[in-house]
């Protein structure tokens, strides 16, 4: 709407200048005309008017030219500006489209990795207190199994382990050591397997060891040793049963 | 293995290297664990290599550094090295020999497997055809991953390759399921800022709770490199195979791990094979690569990236050699590309997925997909000898169609090779992305690609350029929406 009304006014414009000129025209020959040093005879008068007549075309024709140049001109420049404009508004939608991805990524970035750090940290916890629980029933079943050494199949127990004890360091001469407590009961078992093994020589140690219970068989010479100490057993068998203590203290058996 | 349980041996022969010899051994097995106390009381592990006449050789994981021929002990253990496995290990950080090395305790295990893992039955094996999108596009495109695959990256010295598997690592996944998706990634003989690189990349991405790390620092026992890749994949079998989670495992860099391998070679005096390797290099590699797959009748699958640098980008070199010969394919990082400073710098010309066939195409990923990639090879090839012409001849002496393939080589390298280190494309992106190069050609160049697929994605000069304004829009309307 706007762009016709610019066109209307500028088209009579051109039509007032137009008619301008040709009133000017006129007026410069009739002062010629009057004035008594330059006569001009009547038939110059027809053809300066024919001449007249020739320039109005001439200058119509000019200004319809330069009006349809003007025009179009206008027009390339409105729809340069429209497809300025509609690039601009891709290039903004572009650019916008892309602080909102990465916004987004960003805040799906930092959720995902508070989610998964405080996850991680929950089960890291549970994991601690779970560990500490099962090492107390560990530290509460030495203190039992220290107790339980004083009962009977603890005797038949000391025997087997001798026995795999020689067995297994390959060698006659043995050295046994265990805690001062068992000192005694060692010396009894020892006995009885010699009465049975009269080919070996087996010595307790004087030394001091701070076993649960069970024995230590050692070669004299010192080079081989078979541990079969209770400490060492429940050492052996901790893993094992750790996902049963586990399980008992999460509830689930 | 032999009844040793707990004999404990005084009697050190010799200590060599990363060996110790034990004297003196009545009952010992190949493979056997063995506990060692130093003199001043310090515990090392150790395992049997080999037994007889009275004798034991002693690989000490921890190194031979501080033990003396007096005073130490060795109890061997009467059971190979296991490794203890549940669900737990999940968000684990543990050192090369499967120690917990995050302060935390040792995971409650559900069970205890031997870390030499059980040989796949071949009869048993599931050929892999399943994709992984890895949000790679040079890899989902062009050398695509498919699950139970082993697929290496040669790399050289100072190259992103631990980059590249980080961002696999946090960005793979399994496209259209529900299914579970794990990564174990094992570090051998890495530096410690990448070690933390790849922690903080996982723990950033949200990934670390379906991970599990283990860590063989380059400041750490070189003999324990020995037994990280084989404890890393002891846990992937594990939730692959019992939990039935997909897992890709990560394995970085082998090329310590072989050298590992060449020291205790060299030190029982082995005859040595091509670069002082011992001649059961391939064998020993083999046994690693070959723990990746997938088995019938479970859910699982184990996905294998193992990562080499060759040493002077040499890839004749024993290790991507022989590991050339072991795995299905290989994706090669050049040099060139990386001084060109675009990542990831893949060389696609020198890379290759031997199980991509299988895994993509209608119902996979897209009935283009493997035509794009052929064309993309095709397209790539002839750009490059186009380039090395324009070093000759220069560019005006180019004919048009060459000038067309120089800029298509140019639009691959920076659209479709190039990458953020945290951008994660799709397939379809992935493709959009190769259909926009491979319309810069002339229709008639794209030999390799099914016209009807031509017709419905290949785009002409104006539809190129009106690309983006309907993107625009696109994302505007849905933004709207």
């Known amino acids: 709407m706007d762009h016709l009304l610019v066109r209307h006014a500028e088209e009579n414009n051109k039509l007032y200048e137009k008619t301008e000129l040709i009133s000017y025209l006129f007026g410069l020959y009739f002062i010629l005309y009057l004035t008594p040093k330059v006569k001009i005879p009547f038939y110059r008068t027809f053809v300066v008017m024919s001449s007249i007549v020739t320039l109005e075309q001439t200058i119509d024709k000019v200004l319809s030219e330069s009006q349809i140049e003007f025009v179009n001109k206008i027009d390339s420049a409105y729809n340069e500006s429209l497809n300025n ?40 916890k549970q994991l601690l207190l779970l560990e500490s629980a099962v090492n ?73 060891f701070d076993f649960i219970g069970g024995i230590r068989v050692r070669s004299s010479d010192g080079l081989m040793s078979y541990d079969g100490t209770m400490d060492s057993k429940l050492e052996r068998v901790k893993p094992i049963i750790r996902k049963n203590i586990a399980q008992i203290l999460r509830g689930e058996e | 293995m032999s009844d040793s349980i707990n004999i404990e041996y005084t009697k050190i022969a010799e200590i060599k290297g990363p060996l110790m010899i034990v004297d003196g051994i009545t009952q010992a097995s190949f493979d056997e664990l063995v506990e060692i106390e130093t003199p001043d009381g310090e515990k090392r592990l150790g395992r049997v290599l080999e037994v007889g006449h009275g004798k034991a050789i002693v690989q000490v994981f921890e190194g031979t550094t501080g033990l003396a021929i007096v005073g130490t002990k060795a109890k061997f253990i009467g059971k190979t090295m296991q490794m203890p496995v549940s669900p737990e290990v999940l968000g684990r950080v543990f050192d090369g020999l499967g120690r917990p090395n995050d302060g935390l305790p040792e995971p409650i295990a559900d069970k205890f497997l031997d870390v030499n893992g ?36 040669f ?50 991405s949200g990934a670390l709770r379906r991970s599990v790390l283990f860590l063989n620092l380059a400041d750490d026992p070189a003999i324990e490199r020995i037994i990280t890749p084989r404890v890393a994949l002891t846990v992937a079998e594990y939730l692959a195979f019992d939990l039935g989670m997909h897992v890709l495992a990560i394995l970085t860099d082998m090329t310590n791990y072989s050298e590992a391998l060449r020291e205790i070679s060299a030190a ?15 064998t020993d590699l083999a046994n690693i690569y070959e723990r990746a797959g997938r088995l019938k009748g479970k859910n699982g699958s184990v996905t294998q990236v193992p990562i080499l640098s060759m040493p002077a980008d040499d890839i004749t070199h024993p290790i991507p050699d022989l590991t050339g010969y072991i795995t299905e394919g290989q994706m090669v990082l050049g040099r060139d590309l990386f001084r060109k400073g675009i990542y990831p710098s893949v060389n696609v010309l020198m890379s290759l997925s031997r199980l991509m066939k299988d895994g993509i195409g209608e119902g996979k990923t897209r009935s283009d997909h493997s ?4 064309q993309l090879y095709d397209a790539y090839s002839r750009s490059q000898e186009v380039r090395a012409l324009a070093e000759i001849v220069g ?36 493709l959009s992305r190769a259909w926009e190069i491979l319309s810069a050609l002339p229709e008639s160049e794209l030999t390799k690609i099914k016209d009807k697929h031509i017709k419905q994605y290949y785009r002409h000069q104006n539809q190129q350029q009106s690309t983006n304004v309907g993107v625009a829009a696109a994302v505007s309307s849905s933004n709207a929406t």
């Open chain 1, 85 to 124: 404009l509609e690039s601009s508004r891709s290039n903004i939608l572009q650019e916008y489209s892309k602080i909102i991805n990465n916004a987004q990524k960003q805040s799906e970035s930092i959720k995902r990795q508070i989610i998964g750090a405080s996850k991680i940290s929950a089960r890291n």
């Open chain 2, 155 to 204: 790399s050289g010295s100072g190259m992103p390759h631990n980059i590249l598997a980080a961002q696999i690592a946090r960005q793979a996944s399994v496209v259209g399921t529900k299914e579970d998706f794990a990564v174990v990634f094992a570090a051998i003989g890495v530096q410690y800022s990448e070690a933390q690189y790849f922690k903080r990349s996982l723990e950033e």
């Open chain 2, 268 to 282: 029982r005096e082995e005859v040595p094979g091509r670069k002082g390797y011992p001649g059961y290099l391939y």
């Open chain 1, 136 to 208: 107390n029933v560990f530290v509460k079943s030495k203190e039992k199994l220290y107790v339980l050494g004083k009962e009977k199949g603890y005797e038949s127990m000391l025997y087997r382990t001798l026995e795999e004890g020689v067995s297994a360091i390959q060698t006659r001469d043995i050295i046994i050591e265990c805690n001062k407590n068992d000192k005694n009961l060692i010396t009894k078992i020892i006995n009885d397997f010699i009465k049975k093994n009269i080919n070996y020589k087996i010595a307790v140690s004087d030394g001091f």
């Open chain 2, 371 to 374: 035509e794009v990639a052929n």
């Open chain 2, 118 to 153: 059980e040989p796949m039955n071949p009869e048993q094996r599931e050929y892999p055809t399943s994709f992984i999108q890895t949000g790679v596009s040079v890899i989902d495109g062009m050398l695509t991953l498919v699950r139970g695959q082993k697929l290496p990256i």
């Open chain 2, 395 to 430: 560019r005006a002496g180019l004919t048009g169609i060459d000038l067309k393939y120089l800029d298509t080589g140019d639009m691959f390298e920076n659209n479709f090779l190039k990458q953020n280190l945290d951008e994660n494309r799709s397939l379809e992106e992935t």
